[in-house]
DNA sequence: AATCGGCACAACCGCAAGCCG
DNA sequence: CCGGCTTGCGGTTGTGCCGAT
């Protein structure tokens, strides 16, 4: 261990010698870099730093093309199907950035933490709770991730009335997200029953990342007599502890909670003001 | 116009696992 | 098996931008 810590302390001391640049990469830099894989191709990032010129180590070089110059990032807003994604991956693994950021072609494990912890570390800022807490958990599980697909939905529905090209509708009404969070709906979704009845039972990952490959124009539902019922949505709130097993449940609909579908670009404002105060009030009683 | 605070994102750091001679 | 080196991952920090005051 002693002689791990000299060794990293050698290490740093002869990056220091060589004039090592840390901090924001140049476009020259950028050019050097992108020139060199394009040659020699990537990996051997050591040797890369070195005989490029460039003077960064391995470890910047290979950040600076993974998370910024690789051809295929894809750049912009998280969409909400990939919000989705993330936070239904994220019910899995937990901060396993670079295996969710596996399901998300193009996006980098880097782009994901940090919308988590900007994002979604915030409601749970706003809600004073703790982000890993059950609570949390549930809020996201049973009126963010909801919410979300309502706003899929909606833009899916508008798409097709604008379009008339009849994907969106074909979506709508063998829905292939909708049906993971709906299914569980009207089936009186407890968290006892997620766990076992869908996540466990069937391969949601590659649904929900076959659905977002294929901007939801694959029908992969397991069910297709399935429909979308407008009463159902309702159900998404009714998360009841039905369980007599004592633990804490959140009780949307004794609440008369309604969801709200309010239009515009909401994908960053996952939940509205009412949200808010209904659910600080849920915390604050439970608490 | 200047300042401040929050946010988003790029980059760095420490650690651990994997690989190879 | 061992030790050195490389790579990958998750956490953290630094910085620029932008809106509010």
């Given at each position: ?126 809600l004073?709770c703790?982000?890993?807490s059950k609570q949390f958990k549930d809020t996201m599980r049973y009126l963010w991730m909801p919410r979300?697909?309502e ?30 969070y709906t299914?569980r709906a009207t089936t009186s979704y407890t968290p006892e029953n997620s766990s ?35 009463s159902s949505q309702v159900d998404y709130y009714n998360c009841n502890n039905n369980n007599n097993h004592g633990d804490v449940g959140m009780d949307f609909q004794t609440n008369n909670y309604q969801p709200l ?10 939940l509205n003001?009412e949200d808010f105060l209904f659910l600080q009030q849920q915390f604050n009683f439970n608490m």
């Open positions: 261990m002693e002689d791990v810590k000299a060794r990293r302390k050698l290490q740093s001391s002869e990056e220091d010698q060589m004039d090592v640049i840390r901090g924001p990469w140049t476009v020259e830099e950028d050019f050097k870099l992108i020139n060199y894989i394009a040659l020699h191709g990537e990996g051997r990032w050591n040797s890369l730093a070195r005989c490029s010129g460039l003077k960064r180590t391995g470890k910047s070089c290979r950040l600076r093309w993974l998370n910024y110059l690789r051809p295929d990032i894809r750049r912009g807003n998280i969409t909400l199907e990939e919000q989705l994604l993330i936070l239904e991956l994220h019910f899995r693994w937990g901060n396993r950035w670079s295996k969710i950021a596996q399901h998300l072609p193009g996006r980098t494990d880097n782009e994901i933490k940090n919308y988590w912890r900007t994002r979604v570390q915030k409601h749970a800022k706003q004073k703790d982000v890993n979300l697909v706003r899929i939905q909606a833009a899916s529905a508008s798409v097709a009335t604008t379009t008339d090209n009849g994907t969106a509708q074909m979506f709508l009404r063998q829905g292939v997200v909708g049906n993971e299914a076992t009845t869908t996540v466990a039972s069937s391969d949601s990952v590659s649904d929900l990342t076959n659905c977002y490959n294929n901007g939801f124009h694959v029908n992969n539902n397991p069910n297709p007599g399935y429909s979308f019922q407008a579908l309010d239009g515009g670009d909401l994908s960053d404002n996952l003001a």
